[in-house]
């Protein structure tokens, strides 16, 4: 038994010799390696992470050429396979990306390479402009390599060139800056690609406000120049209560009053209902809300650059408010208690804007009548409606006269009966005023209204035909209406304006034709003989009767055709070329 053990004693010995020489033998016959399990990565643009195995029986290095790609060592479970996480940080540049990581070794030199693609890339040039006071144009540099939308913040910034995106692609985008009348004003444009935004800054420098001035009637028509209506907006009412959207308009804003500027109005009236916002007697409280928002929509007109005109409108309508003038002829007791209101109301007007510049005019009231717009018991009663109405308009200046500010020397507009000009040079007074020359005599002029208001007619003047044209109211029926008024007031240093014309928008060519004569001829005219006309809008987009509208009021898109009819009322008022005649316009009536 002890041989036994000695023996295999002995055997166990020569087999771990054997074993240990084979391992020895092992060790020293292994070539030297580094193996790596992938050569190249690809990642989005977002953060990313992979990992990286390597394995090796040498010693080597690890490193990345890029601090967006970052190489850090994991937790390895085995003696010669390392494992490393590759990460990349999110790209926002323009333009896809590369980088090395490069594996040190003395047996050799290893690169991995890591792509990375492009993120949304947006890069503007500039992120400031200064603009001069009267506007211009100015180019956006930018560099986007995706589909790119920008937004601007003030509506007296506008694009003018449309830019098509196409990625990896340099762009100019051209933007317009409206003429600024107003303090220093800042807008901003906010470029977008993906989650990348870039912001332009345009600050345009203080200008000066516009204003109605001279000491004669045609210098002040010059400083109204082309007018424009605020139609059927805070002059909409239903059942008794002015509101602003009651006839179809949603709320005005500063877009559209930028709009006018920029498409060549100088002028606009705001008419303005105010039923349903008066307390009682005696102080007749304005709602001040109410209040607070036509100014806020004069500060449209005064920000644009506009001069405004402000005035009582449907109160007055039909005699069926409390300016009732046919009531009022007939009782002096209640005359007197409308002219306690009147002043009251206007006493209200004129405090809110007494410290508004001379760009802002208030008219008294608008087509005040019995109902029978006048051809009612005006004609009959002895001229008792024409006498209270001068007397109303009395009462008006003396009121806005009476709360100081610059209220003293406001230009003040003050209509006739019906605002009919046959009717206002027979009958209307000129109020007494402290100063001179700030007062304003109103009419409208619709004429004929078969063809201007209520479509009945698609052709006017001497080329139209007999058939499809009202009997009255050609170019010689214009020039006679607008020579009485320059007869009775113009010529005797009275200045005067034409608060309504119109005509409305025509479904087809030929018709459309006309109106677009009807338009230049009567602005043409209007300018010759002295008076500035106010073209009303009422927002409508539709064809035919009572659709007269230019602009949308909210956002001051152009409707239809409105720039043809901007284009031909402003070559009736600002063009000043010898050959361009009263007499040119009618020699190029559609024929």
Known sequence: MKRLFINLFYLIAILI????????EKEQTEEPFIKVSKETFSFSNDESEALLYIQSNIDYSIASDKQWCSVTQQESTSTQTEKYQIKVSENNEVENRTATITINSSLQNLQIIVEQTAGHGLIVKEKSYQVKSQGGKFTVELSANGEYSYSIDNSWITETTDSKSRAMKDYTIDFNVSANHGQERIGNITFTLGNISETVTVTQEKGEAATVSGETPWDICA??????????????HNNGIAEETAWGN???????????????FTSVRIPVTWLGHIGEAPSYTIDAEYLNRVAEVVGYAESAGLNAIINIHHDGADSNYWLNIKDAAKDETLNTSIKEQITAIWTQIANKFKDKGNFLVFESMNEIHDGGWGWGENLTDGGKQYAVLNE?????????RATGGNNTNRYLGVPGYVTNIDLTVEHFVLPKDIVNNRLMVAVHFYSPNEFTLNDEYSEWGHTGDSSKKPNWGDEEYLKSQLNRMKTKFIDNGIPAYIGEIGCVHRSNERSEAFRLYYLEYLCKAAKEYGMAPFYWDNGSASAGKECSGLF?????????????????????IFDNSESYTLEHVYENAPL
């Open 392 to 400: 109303w308009n009395q009462v008006f200046v003396d009121a806005v």
């Open 17 to 24: 010799n054997v074993s240990f020489a084979s391992c020895t």
């Open 552 to 572: 949308n009021h909210a956002t001051g898109e152009i409707l239809n055709n409105a720039l043809e009819v901007i284009e031909v009322m402003k070559r009736g």
């Open 223 to 236: 400083s109204l120049g082309l007018g424009w209506n605020l139609g059927n907006q805070l002059d909409a």
């Open 250 to 264: 949603q709320p005005t804003t500063q877009a559209l009053f930028d709009q006018l500027a920029f498409t060549g």
